[in-house]
């Protein structure tokens, strides 16, 4: 089994920034992939972005590209999304999830709590 637990979500204004972590626990493995997936209220989840743990390059939706970065670091298990020039459209519950990897859900079979972002205009 693998845990994921989210931190760093919270209330921020429009074009500031926030940077999500997740740390991962468990039996994890190097050709895992994370991914980031975002839920707003009334809409179905949204994939935000993927990095593998053994490397190789990293994926992101088209609605945050150029704005989110993501990066992983081993030696802490864990991963993080780096979140700039965000706007109240970007205002989800963001969770992480460890699966094969894809922009669908169901790509993911570990997931975390999930954490609010909520962004002011």
């Known amino acids: 089994q693998v845990q994921l637990v989210e931190s760093g979500g919270g209330l921020v204004q429009a074009g500031g920034s926030l940077r999500l972590s997740c740390a991962a626990s468990?039996?994890?493995?190097?050709?895992?992939?994370m991914g980031w997936f975002r839920r707003a209220p009334g809409k179905e989840r949204e994939f935000v972005a993927s990095?593998?743990?053994?490397?190789?390059?990293?994926y992101y939706s088209d609605s945050v590209q150029g704005r989110f970065t993501i990066s992983k670091e081993n030696a802490k298990n864990t991963v993080y999304l780096q979140m700039n020039s965000l706007n109240p459209e970007d205002t989800a519950v963001y969770s992480c999830?460890?699966?094969?990897?894809?922009?669908?859900?169901?790509?993911?079979?570990?997931w975390g709590q999930g954490t609010q972002v909520t962004v002011s205009s």
């Open positions: 999830a460890g699966g094969s990897g894809s922009t669908w859900p169901g790509g993911y079979a570990y």
């Open positions: 468990g039996r994890t493995f190097s050709s895992m992939v």
């Open positions: 990095i593998r743990w053994s490397g190789g390059g990293a």
